[in-house]
């Protein structure tokens, strides 16, 4: 916790008083000393033959010189105490975690309204975090000053900080710790004249030790714990949309697919929602490109909007979309109603080198493939077992090659994908050095992010590829049980099963619909049947399996037959079959869009920038408000070689559309690797880019959303900060109620402690003497004039 603004509320001050330092005790002067002294006046004049009221006059001088006369006897003094004045300190402790950047629509619930737009000013759509800053700000600290108390403001969530006159909050705590404030605050105050503790929270705790028990602690102590739950009350009602799937680069004249996962509670069965994905564009707004309905259900239903190919923004080279539901009546949060994404829309075409042994029907039909019906790849192919003089299949336009390219600099200047047929590495060449070059340029070529695929065949792939620098790279893992290869009957016709028919990845995606695209691949009348294949063990960890044998298994689990990983950077694909040909029997459109998707995806990893030199990358593509991005960037020479830059400069944009640079430093041990820390300090999409002569030639994308504790139900929780105020016998109020709260602290609760005491004797005085001497003669010269003796 920090103390630093943790200090004893002491001043000092000065009080006068006066007592009778020798009285008696009270009962005594009353009982006792009053009436005797009262049975000595009447007694005295009782027998005299003056008149009544004489009598009255006369008793009553004697009264007082009796009593004047005890008044000096009890040494009367005037007490100057110097005294240690302790301030009555109230905490204020205010919510700092991510839960309270929601915006609450007090839809139902109008003063609440009013007071949060009150305490918020000028921010029409303020969130939790603002109309806590408000309450605290402008009506608790200076009502609690006014009064004589000493308010101390702290802000809380993972940990407890002290605030100083000037604070603010920015709400990315990933936990709400309730109890564990309250109890480092108890335990930070003890002998300090702590009256009060003030929780400004949306109540909603997440973690920590149970608030009740320091609650409880806190009325031990006589401290009250008072409770303003901030945000909307009413029974939650919430729909939650999440991207599930997206595209980060496409081509020109792609498709572009986004998978997105709706999620609801608080809604009646049955309830349906209408999702809309639109492009945003700086120039014509938001504009519709796809809608669909779906179920709004606690288990989540998902859906794959599809928007057709369009030109990307000229000045970023890219297409950004939102997916939205309307808001639900009722709903408060409606801040997770939409995710926004971005595509990066390259211009540049596919380069692929396909390399197969010998002119089976898979090579057959897949180099034409490549060759005439993709516009946006570019190939060229080498056959091994092609005679000397042949000339090579490529790409009209594009020259042959008499060779297969082994060295690393060719690989990663002139190629994006590798397809690799039933060939063994060795045969690539007659000088085995070169083989050996081959098979580490293809490491190094996967590595910097190229594409790579295993295109299984009867002899060699992947049995050849094993013991080599490429085993490390295959997807899947093969042992010695599956080393001989296929050994079932290759007469029995099987369809290949997806993995995942709902959400089936964009590969295997070749109808839009989920049910549409799982019949084309495993019913009858779909997709032509396959009659061998490549088993293997298992897909490796990390690898995602696409589609498996119907039957066919080993260890519990069936073969798979398509498997997609990365090896690091890149990106990797095992295909088991080798008779994909025949899906042209009468689904052409279908096997051209297989493996359209298939380079498409392979290629990826080295076109989500305009210069394959620049790689710009985060771990991951989400990560929770208050955790560190980490962007780390791979730079080449001019040669392909690691730069020897000592850093590099990129910029970074935030979802206001704001730009900021960031210098990224070079990371010793790994040449032309570069790496930066980023604190985000909003929710939303974040952009990262390399920039060159104002265009952007590498970029990558990351989203800030709430930590998971604080986003699983970030309504209030009014409930557990009542319980609180009432365990305390302190009061539990909303925003619109503060002024009731602020009413409860009356004031004047100082501590006064004496440090020093004077007595000054009041009877030795003049005056004393005087009143004394006035009471006796006056007496006397009444005694005289009524003739007594």
């Known amino acids: ?31 006792v000393i009053a009436p005797l002294a009262l049975l000595v006046c009447v007694l005295g004049y009782r027998g005299e033959s003056i008149s009544l009221f004489a009598k009255l006059v006369l008793g009553t001088l004697r009264f007082a010189a009796l009593a004047l006369l005890c008044f000096v006897i009890f040494r009367p003094v005037k007490v100057e105490r110097r005294e240690e004045v302790q301030k009555a300190e109230v905490v204020v402790l205010v919510d700092d975690s991510a839960s309270m950047l929601r915006q609450d629509s007090y839809s139902a619930n109008e003063p609440g309204r ?34 004589g108390y000493l308010p101390r403001v702290y802000t809380f969530a993972d940990t407890v900080a002290a605030q100083g006159e000037t604070w603010t909050t920015n709400a ?16 930070s105050y003890r002998g300090h004249h702590l009256t009060d503790i003030v929780i400004v929270s949306d109540g909603r705790q997440t973690s920590g030790s149970p608030a009740l028990d320091a609650a409880r602690a806190a009325r031990s102590g006589g401290v009250q714990v008072h409770t303003v739950v901030v945000g909307d009350t009413q029974a939650e009602k919430n729909v939650r949309l999440e991207l599930v799937e997206a595209p980060s680069a496409a081509f020109e004249g792609d498709e572009i697919a986004a998978v997105v996962r709706i999620a609801a509670r608080g809604l009646p069965p049955g309830a349906r929602g209408h999702v809309t994905l639109e492009e945003l564009s700086s120039d014509e707004g938001r ?50 109603n939409a995710v926004e994404f971005s595509v990066h829309v390259t211009p540049e075409k596919i380069r692929v080198l396909y390399v197969d042994g010998y002119p089976r029907y898979e090579w057959r039909y897949l180099k034409e493939i490549l060759r005439r019906a993709d516009q946006n790849v570019v190939m060229q192919t080498v056959l091994i077992s092609g005679d000397p003089g042949w000339v090579q299949p490529s790409t009209k336009g594009v020259s042959a090659l008499s060779e297969v390219p082994t060295d690393r600099k060719t690989l990663l200047e002139q190629y994006d994908v590798v397809l690799l047929g039933d060939l063994s590495p060795f045969s690539v060449s007659a000088d085995p050095a070169r083989c050996d070059e081959f098979l580490r340029a293809l490491r190094e070529f996967v590595e910097r992010g190229g594409g790579l695929a295993f295109l299984a065949g009867e002899y060699d792939n992947p049995r050849a590829f094993l013991e080599t620098p490429l085993e490390d790279l295959l997807p899947v893992t093969i042992e010695a049980a599956e080393l001989p290869g296929f050994q079932g009957d290759s007469t029995r016709e099987f369809r290949p099963v997806l993995e995942d028919p709902q959400n089936p990845h964009e590969i295997v995606r070749l109808a839009a619909d989920s049910e549409a695209n799982r019949k084309l691949w495993e019913d009858p009348g779909g997709l ?4 061998w294949y490549r088993p293997v063990t298992r897909a490796k960890p990390g690898a995602q399996v696409l589609l498996r044998h119907p039957k066919d298994g080993a260890r519990g689990e069936r073969h798979p037959l398509l498997v997609a990983g990365y090896f690091p950077a890149g990106r ?13 029997l009468y689904h052409v459109g279908e096997h051209e869009k297989f493996w359209r998707n298939a380079v498409r995806w392979l290629s990826l990893g080295r076109l989500k920038g305009g210069d394959r030199r620049f790689r ?25 070689r690691p730069s020897t830059e000592p850093n590099q400069t990129i910029r970074v944009g935030t979802p206001d559309g704001r730009a900021a640079e960031l210098e990224l430093a070079a990371v010793g041990g790994k040449p032309g690797t570069y790496r930066a820390s980023y604190d985000a300090e909003r929710l939303g999409l974040y952009r990262a880019w390399f920039e060159r002569d104002s265009t952007r030639i590498a970029s990558t994308e990351f989203e800030i959303g709430l930590p998971s504790l604080e986003n699983q139900d970030p309504t209030p929780d ?10 305390t016998g302190g009061r539990h109020v909303d925003v619109a109620t503060v002024a009731e709260l602020v009413s409860d602290f009356r004031g004047g609760e100082e501590r006064r402690e004496p440090i020093s005491a004077r007595l000054d004797d009041v009877w030795d005085r003049w005056s004393t003497l005087i009143a004394a001497v006035c009471v006796f003669a006056l007496e006397w010269v009444l005694r005289k004039r009524w003739d007594l003796v």
């Not at 939790?128 to 608790?140: C, F, K, Q």
């Not at 990315?172 to 335990?187: E, K, N, Y």
Request: charged share 30%; hydrophobic share 45%.
């Open 616 to 640: 710009l990358e985060v771990a991951r593509s989400h990560y929770d408000l208050g955790e560190r991005v980490t962007l780390e960037a791979r730079v080449l020479d001019e040669d392909y």
């Open 1 to 31: 916790m920090n103390l630093a603004l943790l200090q004893q509320a002491v001043d000092t001050g000065m009080r006068e008083s006066f007592k009778l330092a020798d009285a008696p005790a009270s009962w005594i002067v009353v009982l």
């Open 114 to 147: 009013r007071a949060a737009l009150r305490y918020a000013k000028t921010d029409p759509e303020p969130t939790r975090s603002v109309v806590a800053t408000g309450i605290v700000r402008d009506e608790l600290v200076p009502a609690l000053a006014a009064k």
């Open 172 to 187: 990315h705590g990933s936990t709400t710790r309730i109890g564990d404030a309250l109890a480092q605050v108890l335990a």
């Open 287 to 336: 504009r519709v490109v796809a809608e669909d309905e779906a179920e709004l259900g606690e288990s989540g239903a998902r859906r794959t909007l599809v928007a057709r190919p369009g030109p990307a923004d000229p000045r970023t080279q890219e297409r950004r979309f939102r997916v939205s539901l309307p808001p639900e009546p009722g709903e408060t949060l409606v801040d997770d």
């Open 718 to 727: 009014p409930a557990l900060l009542a319980e609180l105020a009432v365990a």
């Open 572 to 584: 990797v694909l095992f295909c088991g079959m080798d008779s994909t040909w025949r899906w042209r």
């Open 528 to 531: 032509e049947g396959q009659f």
